[in-house]
């Protein structure tokens, strides 16, 4: 359920027609959709600096291409195989490579750091970390490398030597590491300033902080691992930003202006290095500060911008500052409505707002033209695509992906071209070198659809509306047999929670290859991102505060109506399936819908906001003593009465996001109520069900459907 932002993976798909065309097996659609049926792939493009040529990865990130603007043909020049040799490493893949200068790259496998030059084919290892550090974050300039051994933080130098950032004996207080469980946009817990000088970090104080158990069955006899969990109304974090100075070896902390639970978030460094900006958010979530504080003492230097919210406000980016020689920032916000991109000085006086779309701004990539232009991308044309734009310090936009689509871009140095890679509900998938004003220079990559040689049906996306009039997408997938003159069972695929977006303007436009197997067993497979979903802005967005899973399920219910409409639906045999919140909205659809699915399959629901994380939870509900009526009517136990079909609750044993806490007293509350239901655990699996063990659970869950669904 927490966001995940980051750069978009495609998928890029080709194939050889066929006479004769293939069964699709579960296996292979859960295992192979990012393996088997794409093309050899452009993945990680990086350019070179300061050069008009870029390097790539394919065969599975094991050999290294290189390209430029002019040279058609793209040229081998590194295998893993090769790079290991010269190094002396067990390089396993390319993932994760970077340019330390025009002919050097910098290559890692997580613990260790090494050099490759291009040109003399020779590397040497820089840097290493002790075994059993985690989170580490190289720093560039000087070749330090910071990392946490449990709960402290450490440094290794240039030179070898260990240093002690933190020396914490209280388990309590963990440096380095992500806080706030990860929301608000947090994904790092260290963070260099621009020359390496110094190194800020975020520090908690679990001591308010209620334990959770959870259980290690591999060992004999099984253990206890308990974490650290704040439940909503519940004890939770308190939160500090440490300081460490390279030159002094000294740390200074900074400390909430406000209560001490109150969240800092959006950490970031000015590019003088003198400053750091720090969003500070009440825990009630309706208030946000955004700070400067000084580098070298952590004294406040004052509030540059303050948002207030009755519902929410939830700062997710750091400032960006698109001048090297400059503390002048921009600043994403969604108090209008639509996250777009506001021009502050430092001082914070409001120079300019650069947008006033009427669609979601998602994230800013760079700035171009000696930081007179921002790259950004948002959602554009429709809430579907992810397009880029650029957009000057007068507020002058335009757009520089112009096919509709989902897109991913990487600019050159000097800015004058782009590489863009993006797929469709009709384009499997292209790269493309473009000029920055976005004419086509050449193709690089165009793949075609290699499912084409599977037997696999189609997906119709679709609008209906909401009862407010909000327009809801839907997507329908159909077996490859379709016929119009039958009838056919459906299952609901359901998410519906906050910061997600199941239907995209992608290739299988956002679906998994395994509801594609579910159709071709006869069955047709609907989805529908309801109100409070992601990328539709803040009015359709925060209809759900205080009260989740009330207009999420009218909005179902919207798209259910739908499916009655068509002549091919079987209407006695709906089936839900979902996982997080969709579980929440599985069992929640069974129950307060029961007289219209048959069987639902829930896997990892939070089945009472009360049992949920403090900073999620309360977000969403405020409180339990300040909704209680609320928390009520949202719990699953409140209407575990109503249950009439058939229902399997799933759960991961050591689940630590939506812990077994949920399932396991729903169950008891089913029991009390002498109703069956089926309950199954992955052991030793977290909040998803990974690896090989991913085939049994869709089998699990999919078999379910079809042998309770007649």
Avoid at 144 to 166: F, H, M, P, R
Avoid at 263 to 287: G, K, M, S
């Amino acid at each position: 359920m927490n966001k995940y932002f980051g750069l978009i993976l495609f998928v890029f798909l080709g194939c050889n027609v066929i006479a004769q065309k293939k069964q699709l097996s579960l296996s292979d659609a859960v295992l192979q959709q990012n393996r088997a049926f794409r093309d050899e792939q452009c993945n990680s493009i990086t350019w070179i600096p300061g050069t008009d040529s870029y390097v790539y990865v394919s065969n599975n990130y094991q050999t290294m291409y290189q390209a430029s603007v002019k040279k058609t043909e793209p040229e081998q020049i590194l295998t893993i195989q090769a790079a290991n040799a010269a190094l002396g490493a067990q390089l396993y893949s390319f993932y994760g490579f970077s340019f330390r200068n025009t002919d050097e790259l910098l290559l890692t496998d997580g613990n260790n750091y090494y050099s490759y030059n291009l040109k003399t084919k020779t590397g040497a290892k820089l840097v290493s970390v002790v075994e059993g550090g985690a989170g580490a974050e190289y720093e560039m300039t000087s070749g330090s490398v910071a990392y946490t051994v449990d709960n402290n933080l450490w440094i290794v130098n240039s030179k070898g030597e260990k240093i002690a950032v933190t020396s914490n004996t209280d388990k309590n207080i963990v440096s380095g590491q992500t806080i706030a469980r990860s929301e608000f946009g947090i994904v790092d817990g260290i963070f260099w300033s621009g020359k390496g000088q110094y190194l800020a970090f975020y520090q908690k104080d679990e001591t308010n902080v209620k334990e959770y158990p959870l259980v290690d069955v591999t060992k004999v006899p099984a253990e206890l691992m308990n974490i650290k969990y704040p439940m909503a109304g519940q004890g939770s974090e308190k939160s500090k930003v440490g300081i460490y100075s390279v030159s002094a070896g000294k740390t200074v902390y900074i400390s909430p202006k406000g209560a001490a639970d109150n969240y800092l978030t959006n950490l970031c460094w000015t590019p003088d290095e003198n400053f750091i900006l720090l969003a500070e958010v009440n825990r009630e979530q309706n208030h946000m500060w955004l700070n400067q504080y000084d580098a070298k003492t952590g004294a406040f230097v004052r509030t540059i911008l303050e948002e207030q919210n009755e519902k929410w406000v939830e700062p997710e980016h750091t400032a960006f500052f698109p001048m090297a020689n400059s503390n002048n920032f921009i600043w994403i916000s969604e108090k209008d409505g639509f996250n777009n991109l506001y021009y502050y000085s430092i001082e914070g006086k409001l120079i300019k707002q650069l947008t006033a779309n009427k669609f979601v701004a998602k994230e800013i990539l760079q700035s171009i033209n000696k930081g007179k232009e921002i790259v950004f991308a948002a959602t554009g044309t429709s809430p579907l695509n992810t397009l880029y734009y650029a957009v000057d310090l007068n507020g002058k936009q335009r757009c520089l992906t112009l096919e509709e689509g989902t897109h991913g871009i990487v600019l050159n140095e000097a800015s004058t071209y782009l590489i863009d890679q993006y797929s469709s509900h009709s384009v499997p998938g292209k790269v493309e070198l473009k000029t920055i004003n976005g004419k086509i220079v050449k193709t690089i990559a165009s793949a075609k659809n290699k499912l084409a040689e599977i037997q696999l049906g189609t997906a119709d996306i679709g609008q209906i509306k909401a009862e407010d009039g909000s327009v809801l997408y839907t997507r329908l997938i159909k077996p490859s047999n379709f016929d119009p003159n039958k009838k056919y069972p459906v299952m609901v695929y359901v998410y519906g929670g906050p910061h997600a977006q199941m239907i995209t303007n992608s290739w299988l436009d956002g679906a998994n290859l395994w509801m594609y197997w579910m159709a071709e067993q006869g069955y047709l497979v609907f989805t529908l991102d309801n109100r409070g979903s992601g990328e539709r802005g803040f009015a359709f967005e925060n209809q759900i505060h205080r009260q989740l899973g009330v207009v999420e399920i009218k909005d179902q219910m919207k798209g259910i109506d739908y499916l009655r409409s068509l002549p091919y639906v079987d209407t006695s045999r709906f089936a839900v399936h979902g996982w997080s919140f969709g579980g929440f909205m599985t069992t929640s659809l069974m129950l307060k819908q029961s007289e219209t699915f048959k069987v639902g399959v829930a896997g990892g629901p939070v089945t009472d906001w009360k049992y949920y994380e403090v900073m999620y939870g309360e977000r969403y509900m405020d409180r339990p003593e300040e909704n209680a009526k609320g928390y009520e009517e949202a719990s699953l136990f409140t209407h575990a009465n109503k249950l009439k079909g058939d229902l399997l609750l799933i759960h991961g044993t050591v689940d630590d996001v939506v812990v077994p806490q949920h399932n396991d007293a729903l169950v008891k509350k089913f029991i009390d109520l002498g109703i069956q239901i089926d309950f199954f655990h992955y052991p030793m699996h977290k909040h998803n069900v990974i690896g090989r063990d991913r085939v049994h659970l869709i089998q699990k869950v999919l078999d379910y459907i079809i042998e309770n669904n007649n």
